[in-house]
């Protein structure tokens, strides 16, 4: 515990080893887990796979634990 799955549009592999690294710091100092404790995935989908792949099976049904929606706030 945690394990983190991003799913995204691709990315060059730079980008993503800095974004893993970012998160995976945050989860260190503010979350409190061990190293060993942290796992993180990257799956990339392509743009046009978007809404059938991601949002309907994954965002649409679990509307209700969005942290952040859109890049909108769900939590004061």
Known sequence: MP???I???????????LAVERINQVMLDVWGC???ALTIA????????WQE????????PRMDKMMILSGEKKYE
Do not use: G, L, R
């Open 3 to 5: 394990y983190i799955s």
């Open 7 to 17: 799913k995204c549009y691709p990315k060059d592999e730079e980008t993503k080893k």
């Open 34 to 36: 061990p190293p060993q």
């Open 42 to 49: 990257i799956e990339e989908v392509a743009p046009e796979n």
């Open 53 to 60: 792949q991601v949002f309907k099976p994954e965002i649409e």
